[in-house]
């Protein structure tokens, strides 16, 4: 278990729909990462931030926006939602820029 | 742009037989990670290296910086079914850089 949380596991959803997914970090933990990963694929960077604020954006679609909250939890929206959408969605949580740590991932299914 | 290249992509292989998979660059990083992904999980870190030439076992596997710190590997001895997963590594550049991430190997092992 690496102390990252993730909700939900599973999401099915309708193409041209709106999800949210959430993200606790490990306690201590101030940087936040998602990333996607489609099938077969490696792990592709979305966006960073730390203690609240953005700090690097990745391939992040404009359809696609997070935040991170002062208790660190954060959470990614994916909106208007296509069928290329489909993947695992990881969060993962660190110190600062070290070693990552990550959770579960939530599975999403776009319809 | 900072690339990080494993190879190979995918490799199947018998119990018992021995692999090495490698990551390469042509930058140098301050340290770089080893991680494994079993299907439909997340990634979890196995080792990190910081010393180029640096040596770190971890039971049955074998990782290695390379002298430059522009190149790693990573070497499983009498591989096992458990060994099974996607292998990835991923560059920390230093200051406020993000890790680059290598694309994955896929390593299969047959019982």
């Known amino acids: 278990d690496s102390g990252v949380t993730q909700t939900p596991k599973h999401l099915i959803t309708a193409t041209g729909q709106r999800v949210t997914l959430r993200c606790s970090p490990r306690s201590g933990d101030l940087s936040v990462y998602w990333y996607q990963q489609s099938l077969d694929q490696g792990l592709q960077f979305l966006i960073q931030y730390y203690n609240g604020e953005e700090r690097a954006k990745g391939n992040i679609l404009e359809r696609f926006s997070a935040q991170q909250f002062p208790d660190l939890h954060s959470e990614l929206n994916l909106s208007s939602l296509e069928l290329g959408d489909s993947a695992l969605y990881f969060c993962a949580s660190s110190v600062d820029l070290g070693e990552q740590f990550f959770g579960p991932g939530t599975r999403l299914t776009v319809l | ?111």
């Open chain 2, 1 to 111: 742009t900072q690339l990080l290249e494993q190879s190979p992509q995918f490799l199947s292989i018998q119990e018992g037989e021995n692999l090495t998979v490698y990551c390469n660059s042509s930058s140098v990083f301050s340290s770089l990670q080893w991680y494994r992904q079993e299907p439909g999980e997340g990634p979890v870190l196995l080792v990190t290296v910081v010393t180029g030439g640096e040596v770190k076992k971890l039971k049955r596997l074998t990782f290695q910086f390379g002298d430059a710190r522009k190149d790693s590997s990573l070497h499983i001895t009498a591989a096992q079914p458990g060994d099974t997963g996607l292998y990835l590594c991923a560059g920390a550049p230093g200051g406020n850089y993000q890790l680059i991430w290598g694309a994955g190997t896929k390593l299969i092992i047959k019982p």
